[in-house]
């Protein structure tokens, strides 16, 4: 029984330390987008800053912040920004939908690929 409790914990610390690290390329990732529109890459890691930050870059009103705290209306909210923030870097609909469902694999490829900020609308 013991054994099998070590496993078990084992397990969990495994799938604990991959989940940090799936966080930390995010994170990371995010960094360099932010750092690649302009804005500070430390702005990448503040929570609720962060998303105001990100609506300047998608050019969405700071409003939409207020979306974020309603149930369901959030993870629409989530999907256009994310959309968006693929578009803005000159990629289609389905990045951006990579973006939502695999942000750790596209998040850092928006950030440390070739792609370019085309900059905000006029």
């Known amino acids: 029984m013991e054994g099998m409790m070590n496993a078990i914990q084992a397990a969990a610390a495994a799938v604990g330390i991959f989940g940090v690290v ?10 360099k987008v932010f750092s690649k529109a302009g804005e ?10 962060s998303f105001i930050v990100l609506l300047k870059i998608i050019d969405k009103p700071i409003w939409w912040i207020i979306l974020m705290f309603i149930p369901l209306v959030n993870f629409i909210i989530a999907i256009i920004c994310c959309l968006e923030l693929a578009k803005k870097f000159g990629k289609g609909a389905g990045f951006g939908i990579g973006l939502v469902f695999l942000s750790f694999i596209f998040v850092p490829i928006l950030g440390f690929g070739k792609a370019e900020y085309q900059g905000h609308s006029n």
């Open 22 to 31: 799936l966080a930390v390329i995010v994170i990371v990732g995010f960094w």
């Open 40 to 49: 500070p890459g430390w702005s990448s890691i503040i929570p609720i800053y």
